[in-house]
């Protein structure tokens, strides 16, 4: 159990002072003795007072103890009392610094913290956080702008290059063998482009570069989007089950279609001929399912990047890492498990 400095400074403070008077009582004991008793029993021999019921001993002893209480007390009181004024104007600086970068966002630039606190360590402290923050708000606005251009740098090219092939295609003096290694081309290219386009999101959704400021219905956008969703999916019927249709999630509304779209495209690519997908909504959790012919998959790699469950698998292997960087970034739960021969993939909201 964590406490705050200010309790183990009085622990420590008072577990101090206590071993220091323990350790000094024989001293005060010998003191007592030798310049104050030893006076007293002069002064009695000096003027024949004799008194049978005095144990000076005894009586040295309990006033020791008495004036190891006394002290004991007035500085555990002393302790207390300091330790609960003092720190308070003392730890005001690093208080305001924690208030002050409890909120700190990268993306919204950095918090400016006073360099001139009245305390040399928090002072310090203050300008090596500016520093930090300042050099982490650079690196995000480098990173940024390297998505943007890329964005555009990467997919000009790459459109351009499909067009030229399309044409070619379309030139009816290409010899067979040509035509098929064009096709193979052209398969190429798309791969290239749907693969940037996935790295480029992935790295706008890890640089917080979407903002979570819409209100989405779930089942209503998955009602939005379901033709395309059966165009994607083919001759495979896609059925929904919708056990809790007022769903209303706090998120980013096309961060969420690509959750809902890469679940679906998913399941096509893991499917069977005849199969079936099933969408459901309930109890605050999203279900895409699909029938299968292939075995349990790893749920502890399965949403990693590149994994693959065969080395000819279709697909750029980036679909699933980019639901986990899309549930990471809305604080939502991924998971996988193999039921009844289905493969379940559920969010958890």
């Known amino acids: ?33 030798r310049f104050y ?9 000096r003027y024949g007072i004799r008194n049978p ?16 209480f006394i002290i ?17 104007r003392l730890w005001r600086p690093f208080h305001q610094t924690l208030n002050s970068i409890k909120d700190f966002k990268v993306e919204e630039g950095a918090v400016w913290l006073s360099e001139n606190t009245g305390v040399r360590e928090f002072s310090q402290l203050n300008a090596t956080l500016n520093l930090i923050m300042h050099t982490s708000v650079r690196s995000y606005q480098v990173q940024k702008e390297f ?13 351009i290059v499909q067009n030229k092939i399309d044409n070619l295609l379309q030139d009816e003096h290409l010899t067979e063998h040509q035509a098929r290694e064009m096709q193979e081309m052209y398969r ?35 009602n939005d989007i379901l033709p395309r969703l059966e165009s994607l999916a083919g001759s495979l019927p896609i059925a929904t089950d919708y056990r809790q249709s007022n769903l209303t999630l706090v998120c980013n509304d096309t961060l969420l279609e690509s959750l809902i779209t890469n679940l679906v495209v998913n399941a096509v690519r893991h499917n069977r001929a005849g199969g079936n997908i099933i969408i459901s909504v309930a109890d605050k959790r999203l279900t895409v399912a699909n029938t299968s012919d292939e075995r349990p998959l790893d749920a502890e790699h399965i949403f990693s990047r590149f994994y693959r469950t065969q080395s000819n698998q ?8 980019i639901v986990k960087s899309i549930c990471n970034y809305h604080h939502w739960q991924e998971g996988y498990h193999y039921k009844d021969g289905l493969h379940v993939f559920t969010v958890d909201f």
């Open 1 to 33: 159990m964590e406490r705050s400095l200010t309790r183990q400074m009085t622990a420590r403070l008072t577990t101090g002072m206590l071993t220091v008077l323990v350790l000094a009582t024989p001293l005060l004991y010998y003191l007592t003795m």
């Open 37 to 45: 008793a030893e006076d007293l029993m002069e002064i009695m021999r």
């Open 53 to 68: 019921s005095i144990d000076l001993e005894q009586d040295v002893m309990a006033g020791v103890f008495i004036q190891f």
């Open 72 to 88: 004991l007390g007035g500085m555990l009181a002393a302790i207390f009392l300091v330790m609960q004024f003092v720190p308070r």
């Open 147 to 159: 998505t943007e251009n890329a964005s555009h740098e990467f997919q000009t090219p790459l459109a």
């Open 188 to 222: 190429e290219l798309r791969h290239m482009s749907n693969l940037s386009r996935s790295l480029l999101l992935l790295s706008k959704i890890e640089n917080n570069q979407f903002r979570m400021a819409d209100n989405v219905n779930l089942c209503r956008k998955i």
């Open 314 to 321: 279709k697909g750029n292997g980036l679909g699933l890492a």
